[in-house]
């Protein structure tokens, strides 16, 4: 076993590139999990936290486009700057672990992992985020739906990392929310994010832990544009919202397991969504 | 918080003196049992079965011992004597010979010189498993209906209780099943250990974290086919217990491969093998039908009541006897027909847990007097008050509540606690049901109250006689007390130098480690170190005191019976002489070690008649809860509680009681349990076994009912257990209250209240 600690995304790339069976380590929040519980192998890891181009996020005011380095904490994303650009992603790094987690858990790691229950991973889907990879081989970016496969399966190649999310700033109201059966500190048993983006009159809603990964509502968003002008953002009917959360439930695969129930997480996620359009329609 | 904490001159009784190891237990460098190290150590771990029934056909463990730094790998033929422990009948294997009858039973154990190594040996260890089909029902260990899955039976006991005259019926007649998941204590500080060998091989130091060294003691040496004197046992740090560490779990295996190895042994259990590595509470299913007159005067109680206890008898037997005791709640009942049921089943053992039975009776009885009082037209607090018991009533069993009963008083002073306010238009929204997870605002909550009374038994029960030892020894004005009490967390470690310097006026007091070189204190459990070793404490203190008297009245030739301590000094009560203590006893030495006893208690007959509790304490809770009715979440905002103290030794150390008992009852309520698919656990891990967090704890406002009783040797009750109990049927009520669900299940899922 050895431990790596490059200080340069090249180096970072390169070691992906020489050592056969890598692994990468972030905030370690979920990686030392993985390990303590003897499910991984442990080779050879390359540790990111001094890799500066990760920990640091940029805002290119001409595109309107800000780009998160992967190794940013969530404690980054909870308040200030970021969090006035990105309400939806504050409200999910304030729902992540405790304190200790969000000092030190990445986006960079929960793209790593790619559970659907990875509370950063529908607001991203929400603003229709690009996911920044490199490799050896080069550089190359994936849309976040054609990132994310399956459960705890993404399109990341075994000598690739996650070097940045990038998503256009949008005018307009966004949140997330999540179920869980405590009030704090848990995992995700439902989750939402809405984004109303009034520019383009358009609403895209993501959700976690209702499937086999991250669900974008297609239908559901585009039935809502019909209903509901999005850009002038006029009074919202209550009947809107529940259709609108009803076909957003449709459009969940839930199943069953110790936390919960199939038929449980589909009508909580329509729940969501009706209330989050609701909240973005009375502000 | 409603009792003032006061802090005195003199850490006496009566004050809230702070626990000597907060500070270290605050900055982390408190020693707990798994910090402990010897030199040239080795490590220990334990194979266990991933099934809940199988034959084993084989287990070859010639790849283990090969690996280098394996020293040595035992199953079962290596147990020289005794081959099974338990704390009432011997009847769980130290290892599975030939059968597991529960997921994550032992099986073999190793020694090696590294955690991973001792993974590695685990790894390379080949058992052979013909599996079963597990039996999961108790019903059906109580009908006979399947084949014994042990040599004992399936059925771990039956009582049934018949009282007064059981063809009364009554005009209002309320029924329901209710069911109780398996809670687990979920202590911090895992199970571990330290064994290490004598010279000779003859014996065995250790140093663990349990709830009782000398049971730990004999249980040990049975297996171990040693003398007890041969097995020596220190109390390391115990991080909780809550009934978890009565039972044995590490004990056996470290001392037996410290003695085939020669060397000392560390073991220790990871979270997830907590899970397994010890007893649960006993999830339960209980049917009651009350019969009550128009007014709600209770005129019989009909119950039968299903424990499942899980794949060995561990405290099963006693747990079931309190349940059935209780089931009647703290109201008065002339009539009843019960009948309780402890069943074998390949489940995880259940035993301990704080509440002990009661808990599983109370959600019950509680459930019951919300739906009499609605039958009747009646408040929750009105058909409380109309049916507490008093002090001198009877229980179904036929005896009499000796104890000191203030149940009205309870329930009157929790009901005069303020409520919180009104919820604001625009609260925190950490605050609301949901938490961090921002899933509500203030439109979507309902509040509702509910409410709880709780009876529960104190030391133990049925002839047992559970007494406690200790020792005093005042010198050079220097008090050291000995006993063997298990410190868990409760307290007894700040209480006991207490005791001594109200009764011998000395502020210095030392407290001798806890060990088997003196006599038992009995365990840690059943509300009882306080009025036991308290009481132990105090006798010994007395007994010195007495010497002291003697001493000083020889040398100022007046009569011992005059003198008497007056803060630090000793007066004569006649006359002026005025000495300190410290100075008194210079150059002396007294020593004295008393055993306290409680009064012997009686077994009960077929018909559950019988004296067979000591006494009794009563507690109420009001719990007040915000509901998100359409997801099914539940914030507790605030529980007040009165609870029957007797008297408060320790003001500040019974209010951690109440709030920790709070939060253990608030867990029990909305969302601890430990679910199995088949007698697979399937959450054994604090990602999905979830205890409360900050943002789950309600505000807790208390009033401490201070009504000394004569029984008790410092006149206080044991007030480790009554908060958790009657909490959960009280948040469960208010559940109800906001949502009109029926509410017969704990945990309250949140299905359960929005689908
Ligand atoms: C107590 C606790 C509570 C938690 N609560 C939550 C919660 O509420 N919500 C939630 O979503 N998660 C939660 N988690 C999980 C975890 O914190 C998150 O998934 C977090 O985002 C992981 O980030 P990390 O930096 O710690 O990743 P690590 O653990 O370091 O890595 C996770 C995986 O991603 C890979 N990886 C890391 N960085 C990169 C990269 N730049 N490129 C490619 N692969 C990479 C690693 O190789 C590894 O496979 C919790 C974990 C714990 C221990």
């Known amino acids: 076993m050895s431990i790596h600690i490059p200080t340069s995304l090249d180096d970072a790339v390169a070691l992906l590139h020489e050592l056969p069976r890598v692994q990468l380590l972030a905030g370690g929040t979920d990686f030392m999990v993985e390990v303590n519980f003897n499910r991984h192998d442990v080779h050879d890891v390359v540790a990111l936290r001094r890799v500066t181009e990760l920990q640091q996020w940029q805002h290119d005011e001409t595109s309107n486009t800000v780009t998160i380095g992967a190794g940013v904490p969530y404690a980054e994303m909870e308040n200030g700057e970021l969090a006035r650009l990105f309400p939806a992603l504050a409200e999910a790094a304030r729902t992540v672990g405790s304190p200790q987690i969000r000092a030190a858990g990445t986006l960079g790691g929960n793209l790593g992992t790619c559970s659907p229950a990875g509370d950063g991973l529908p607001v991203l889907f929400a603003l229709d985020a690009v996911v920044n990879l490199a490799s050896h081989r080069g550089k190359r970016s994936l849309p976040i739906g054609e990132f994310m496969l399956g459960p705890k399966r993404s399109a990341l190649a075994v000598d690739e990392l996650v070097v940045s999310v990038s998503m256009k700033t949008t005018t307009g109201w966004q949140g997330y929310a999540k179920v869980g059966t405590r009030n704090a500190m848990v995992i995700s048993v439902a989750s939402a994010s809405l984004v109303l983006d009034s520019e383009s009159g358009t609403a895209r809603i993501a959700l976690g832990s209702v499937g086999p990964t991250i669900i974008r509502c297609t239908q559901a968003e585009q039935w809502l544009q019909t209903q509901y002008d999005i850009s002038a953002r006029k009074e919202l009917d209550e009947a809107i919202a529940t259709e609108f959360g009803l076909r957003v439930s449709q459009e969940s695969r839930p199943i069953d397991d110790h936390r919960s129930t199939a038929q449980y997480r589909r009508h909580a996620v329509g729940v969501l969504a009706k209330r989050l359009l609701q909240r973005g329609c009375v502000q | ?755």
């Open chain 2, 1 to 755: 918080m409603s009792p003032s904490i006061v802090r005195t001159r003199r850490d006496t009784l009566g004050t809230s003196a702070l626990r000597p190891d907060g500070g270290a237990k605050v900055q982390g460098s408190f020693a707990f049992s798994s910090d402990v190290w010897a030199d040239n150590m080795l490590w220990g771990a334990t194979l266990r079965s991933p099934h809940p029934y199988a034959r084993i056909i084989s287990i070859d463990t010639s790849e283990a011992i090969k690996i280098a730094g394996v020293e040595t790998v035992l199953t079962a033929e290596d147990v020289p004597g005794q081959l099974t422990y338990g704390l009432i009948e011997s009847d769980q294997p130290v290892f599975a010979a030939g059968v597991v009858r529960y997921m994550g039973e032992p099986v073999a154990a190793v020694a090696a010189d590294h955690p991973e190594t001792c993974r590695r040996a685990l790894a390379a260890i080949r058992v052979e498993y013909e599996v079963l089909e597990p039996h999961v029902n108790p019903e059906d260990s109580i009908s006979g209906s399947v084949p014994p899955i042990h040599p004992n039976g399936n059925l771990l006991r039956h009582q049934r209780i018949v009282c007064g005259d059981t063809t009364v019926t009554g005009p209002v007649v309320v029924e329901c099943e209710y069911e109780i998941g398996m809670q687990d204590q979920a202590f911090l500080g895992l199970e571990a250990a330290l064994a290490i060998p004598d010279a000779d091989g003859g014996g065995v130091e250790m140093i663990v974290a349990t709830q009782w060294l000398h049971e730990d003691r004999k249980q040990i040496a049975l297996c171990l086919g040693l003398p007890e004197e041969k097995i020596r046992l220190t109390l390391g740090g115990v991080g909780g217990a809550f009934g978890a560490r009565e039972d044995i779990s590490l004990q056996v295996h470290a001392s037996l491969l410290a003695l085939r190895t020669g060397r000392p042994i560390k073991m220790q259990y990871s979270r997830e093998e907590s899970f397994f590595g010890h007893v649960h509470r006993h999830p339960a299913k209980i049917w009651v039908r009350h019969h009550a007159r128009n007014d709600g005067m209770i005129l019989k109680i009909e119950a039968r009541m299903v424990f499942d206890g899980g794949a060995y008898a561990s405290t099963s037997a006693a747990v079931l006897i309190n349940a059935v005791t209780h089931i009647q709640g703290p109201y008065r009942c002339a009539n009843a027909v019960v009948d309780g049921f402890a069943a074998r089943t390949n489940n995880p053992p259940c035993g301990a847990m704080r509440g002990f039975g009661v808990v599983q009776a109370c959600f019950a009885h509680e459930s019951q007097m919300d739906k009499l009082a609605q039958a009747c037209g009646l408040s929750p607090v009105e058909i409380r008050l109309r049916n507490a018991m008093r002090t001198g009533d009877r229980l179904i069993t036929g005896q009499p509540v000796e104890s000191v009963a203030p149940v009205e008083r309870c329930i009157r002073e929790t009901d005069a606690i303020a409520l919180p306010p009104q919820m604001t238009s625009s609260p925190h929204e950490l605050l609301l049901p949901g938490g961090s997870g921002r899933t509500a605002d203030r439109q979507h909550i309902t509040r509702g109250i509910g409410w709880g009374v709780s009876i529960k038994n104190l030391m133990y029960s049925e002839t047992f006689d559970d007494y406690a030892t200790a020792r005093c020894r005042l010198e050079n004005g220097i008090v050291t007390l000995k006993f063997a009490t298990s410190e868990v967390g409760q307290g007894f470690i700040t209480l006991a130098p207490q005791i001594a310097r109200s009764v011998l006026g000395i502020d210095t007091v030392i407290v001798d480690p806890m060990d088997t070189t003196i006599g038992s204190a009995g365990s840690t459990s059943a509300s009882r170190q306080t009025w036991m070793s308290g009481g132990a404490v105090d006798g010994a203190c007395r007994l010195v005191r007495e010497r002291l008297f003697e001493h000083v009245a020889r040398q100022q030739n007046l009569d011992p019976l005059q003198l008497e301590i007056d803060d630090t000094d000793i007066i004569d009560t006649r006359g002026t002489l005025r000495i300190s203590v410290s100075q008194a006893s210079a150059g002396m030495t007294f020593e004295e070690t008393f055993e306290h006893h409680h009064r012997p208690t009686e077994d009960l007959d077929e018909n559950g008649q019988g004296n067979c509790h000591v006494a009794f304490a009563f507690v109420a809770h009001r719990a007040v809860v915000d509901v998100d009715t359409e997801l099914g979440l539940v914030k507790v905002v605030q529980i007040a509680t009165a609870q029957d103290v007797g008297r408060a030794l320790n003001p500040l150390s019974v209010l951690g009681q109440i709030e920790g008992g709070i939060a253990q009852g608030l867990g029990l309520a909305v969302m601890e349990e430990i679910l199995m698919v088949n007698g697979i656990v399937k959450n054994p891990s604090f990602t999905d076994y979830l205890l409360p967090t900050a943002l789950d704890a309600p505000d807790v406002v208390a009033v401490l009912i201070e009504e000394p009783d004569p029984q008790a040797p410092l006149g206080a009750k044991g007030v480790g257990e009554p908060p958790c109990i009657s909490v959960t049927p009280a948040i469960a009520a208010a559940i109800r209250d906001a949502t009109g669900r029926a509410i017969t299940r704990v945990p309250v899922r949140p299905s359960d209240i929005c689908l």
